[in-house]
């Protein structure tokens, strides 16, 4: 068996959604990264502290990954490690990196983090080590497929018949932990639902289906289906959302409706752009296109020695540096991590918080709504309780 499932449960959003995504995305390498290599060192320094019942402090970085080691690293890996301590009781038995057999018919297989089988509850823990992307566990495919596979693999080690199915995400990195729970015949209705999906993936052909899902497919800046769906988008049909009953004052001005709809499509547009954008330009890097070329970028001045200039200035009466500044929250609590502290232990009393400013988003959106009226009636009850 390859090292990698054709149909991997970490792309489960896509191909049980676009049929045609494996296939396509075979033809493209899968290429790392920093940030991906980081997260095979954190999920390897896990394993061996996991298996030892040690502290992520503890042992010797695994080989291969020592560029990765410093304290900060982890402390990180040990906040995961002791919320998969935190799940285990006496009557516990942990897998570690333990893969599931999750539709072997479809060669769906998958590898987990961390699975405890205790008396009638199944718990899976899927380390996420990167700080990009917050990951959410509503909707999420590689939990339902992960939940599965643990389910259908190690549910005959329980003392009990497995009842629940919990799976975690632990993305130490965002300071996010979410959960979500399955019963055993929920878990199992799904993943009926998901069968004819993964059989039509796993055979191929069919059609293309473009969508959020296309953020991480390897195919997606080639993909014709998704230059026509973000076309077709950006080819607005204004009569689409135009109301026959309210004519707009002003024939020749967009109304507020047509504005909103065009709101709502720009960030699909805005990624598929920056996808093209950054795709052309390294093919133009390659080898010259045909309808392109390169010209040279902006002139920059700098300062060849800043030392000798910044003694010529001071000399003139001039001073030649910037205003001496507290580091920002993520450069602070780097730094006092990798001392060994918590920034709330050394100045949390100094330490307080104001809400930003109000994001625009589409009324689908899971946060709750800012409401204006009561956020300014909390603000003056505050200011008053102040001068009392």
Same mark, same amino acid.
């Given at each position: 068996m390859s090292e990698h499932a054709k149909l991997s449960p970490s792309a489960g959003e896509r191909w049980l959604v676009c049929s045609v995504a494996p296939e396509r995305e075979s033809k493209f390498p899968d290429t790392t990264n920093d940030a991906a290599e980081e997260g095979v060192a954190a999920h390897a320094l896990a394993e061996v502290c996991l298996k030892a019942g040690i502290s992520a402090h503890a042992p010797t970085m695994p080989?291969?990954?020592?560029?990765?080691?410093?304290?900060?690293?982890?402390?990180?890996?040990?906040?995961?490690l002791d919320l998969v301590r935190s799940k285990m009781t006496r009557t516990s038995t942990l897998?570690?990196?333990?893969?599931?057999?999750?539709?072997?018919?479809?060669?769906?297989?998958?590898?987990a983090d961390a699975v405890i089988v205790d008396a009638h509850t199944l718990k899976i823990i899927d380390l996420k080590f990167g700080k990009g992307?917050?990951?959410? /566990? *509503?909707?999420?495919? &590689?939990?339902?497929?992960?939940?599965?596979?643990?389910?259908?693999? !190690?549910a005959w080690l329980a003392?009990?018949?497995?009842?629940?199915?919990e799976v975690t995400i632990c993305q130490p990195r965002r300071n996010n932990v979410v959960s979500k729970t399955f019963t055993a015949e929920e878990l199992t209705a799904w993943i009926k639902e998901q069968i004819p999906k993964a059989r039509k993936a796993f055979r191929g052909g069919g059609e293309a289906v473009p969508g959020a899902h296309c953020k991480w497919c390897r195919a997606r800046n080639v993909c014709k289906e998704r230059a026509e769906y973000n076309l077709a988008t950006a080819a607005f049909d204004f009569d689409m959302v /135009? *109301?026959?009953?309210? &004519?707009?004052?002003?024939?020749?001005?967009?109304?507020?409706?047509? !504005?909103?709809?065009?709101?709502?499509?720009?960030p699909t547009l805005e990624k598929w752009m920056k996808d093209i954008e950054t795709h052309v330009a390294a093919l133009a890097h390659d080898h010259p296109l045909v309808g392109l070329k390169w010209v040279a970028g902006k002139n920059m001045r700098y300062?060849?020695?800043?030392?000798?200039?910044?003694?010529?200035?001071?000399?003139?009466?001039?001073?030649?540096?910037?205003?001496?500044k507290v580091l920002g929250f993520g450069e602070l609590e780097k730094a006092v991590k990798a001392a060994g502290y918590k920034l709330a232990d050394l100045i949390g009393q100094y330490i307080s918080s104001k809400q930003g400013n109000p994001v625009l988003v589409d009324s689908e959106d899971k946060r709750p709504a800012y409401v204006k009226e009561e956020a300014a009636a909390e603000d003056f009850k505050d200011e008053l309780q102040d001068k009392a």
């Open positions: 080989k291969g990954h020592e560029k990765w080691d410093n304290y900060e690293f982890r402390c990180y890996v040990q906040d995961y897998f570690v990196e333990q893969k599931l057999n999750i539709l072997p018919e479809f060669e769906i297989w998958g590898t992307v917050l990951v959410d /566990a *509503d909707d999420n495919a &590689q939990l339902g497929l992960y939940g599965w596979g643990g389910f259908d693999t !190690l003392s009990e018949d497995i009842q629940f199915i /135009a *109301d026959p009953e309210c &004519q707009p004052a002003d024939p020749t001005q967009l109304t507020e409706e047509q !504005l909103v709809a065009i709101f709502k499509r720009l300062i060849t020695d800043p030392s000798a200039a910044a003694g010529m200035l001071e000399l003139a009466g001039i001073n030649p540096y910037s205003e001496r």
